[in-house]
């Protein structure tokens, strides 16, 4: 085993760069691109069940999310590996991601156990990692099998072997730029799978799918949910459960590409502050300033759907009092301090009057959350 695992390490340093190019290559786009990856095509049906392809149900998914993302973010490229029912290989998936540059890869699948297992249900979201469990490793297996379609595909893989547990250990050594990217997205979608679809929930896991390891942007492989269990098959296949199951991933992209747009300063209405002539003609002792590098701690302690002006009663005799705008929403916050025991002395004040009041973070006048 030792001697297997120095033969792949050594192995791994020689393949070519673009295999496992985990560094961001590319300039960023103007325009926000997200590739989705309805899984398997043509003459791989997937995983099948009693009454449904996985490559069917998958394509419909696709084809719905994409039309949710294109209706609701104009400033948004989609593009799909595929459109059809059309076999498109691994590599070439990943290969049609890193040529549009693009900023998000969403892979969707439906996962199956062997008809003597029973079928557990449920939906779960993995990113790129080493399997820390054998269901894990079970699911990668699945996927990558895919692989066996292709021709030539030991030399193209560089004798990946999809079977093989010792293939895997290569996932060891890698260092994936964009995990934290990564989890998050999958966070976000599973949270809405769970709660918007009412799906069973499985969580967010780590394997190594070869269709992830490829792409150099932050991606996901969705797991829509069990085609061999009979109940989640009949969702699976309704047109009822795919349009729900798009919309919860849509939902899930939505909140990342708003927090994406937010560190990008380009969500406008985000982090507007105002009363700014308030806060520089007053001299409470309360005002603090931010340190050089921009980062600050403040006191939220109301919001309101209006604008308030400094001063009103509903303040408390809270001054000054700054606010920023979350959409239309008008946050308004106490006090400026780059010191956390400050703010923490704040905070106990600010409670006396606003009980339900809490710290907050900004740098360079955005919000961190």
Do not use: W
């Amino acid at each position: 085993m030792k001697h297997c695992r120095e033969l792949l390490f050594l192995l791994f340093l020689s393949l070519p760069v673009s295999l496992f190019n985990v560094n961001k290559i590319f300039a960023q786009n103007s325009k926000f691109t997200v590739v989705i990856d309805p899984g398997h095509g043509g003459k791989d049906p997937g995983a099948v069940g009693q009454s449904s392809k996985e490559k069917d149900i998958v394509l419909s998914v696709g084809l719905k999310l994409g039309k949710l993302i294109k209706s609701n973010h104009p400033d948004v490229n989609v593009i799909y590996t595929r459109s059809s029912d059309r076999f498109v290989a691994l590599n070439k998936r990943a290969e049609i991601a890193n040529k549009a540059r693009a900023d998000l890869f969403i892979s969707l699948h439906c996962n199956a156990l062997e008809r003597k297992r029973t079928s557990p249900e449920g939906v779960e979201t993995f990113v790129l990692g080493l399997h820390r469990s054998k269901d894990n490793l079970d699911v990668a297996k699945a996927e990558n099998a895919v692989i066996m379609y292709e021709e030539d595909y030991s030399i193209k893989y560089e004798g990946f072997n999809p079977n093989e547990p010792e293939s895997y250990i290569i996932f060891e050594f890698m260092a994936n730029e964009f995990l934290d990217q990564s989890v998050r997205l999958a966070s976000l979608v599973q949270n809405q799978l769970v709660l918007n679809s009412k799906r069973v929930n499985r969580n967010v896991r780590q394997a190594g799918f070869l269709v992830l390891r490829e792409v150099a942007m932050p991606s996901i492989l969705v797991e829509l949910g069990y085609i061999s269990n009979r109940q989640d098959e009949k969702y699976l296949k309704s047109e009822a459960g795919q349009s729900s199951l798009a919309q919860s991933v849509y939902n899930g992209f939505r909140e990342y590409k708003r927090e994406y747009d937010k560190k990008s300063h380009l969500f406008t209405n985000t982090g507007t502050r105002g009363f700014q002539e308030n806060v520089s003609q007053d001299t409470d002792s309360h005002a603090l300033s931010a340190d050089e590098n921009g980062k600050e701690f403040r006191i939220q302690f109301l919001t309101s759907s209006r604008k308030i002006e400094n001063g009103a009663a509903a303040f408390k005799g809270l001054k000054p009092v700054d606010y920023y705008l979350d959409g239309k929403i008008y946050k308004y916050t106490y006090g400026s301090t780059d010191n956390p025991d400050e703010v923490r002395r704040l905070l106990r004040d600010v409670q006396k009057k606003f009980k339900d009041a809490f710290i907050i973070e900004f740098e360079n006048g955005e919000r961190v959350k």
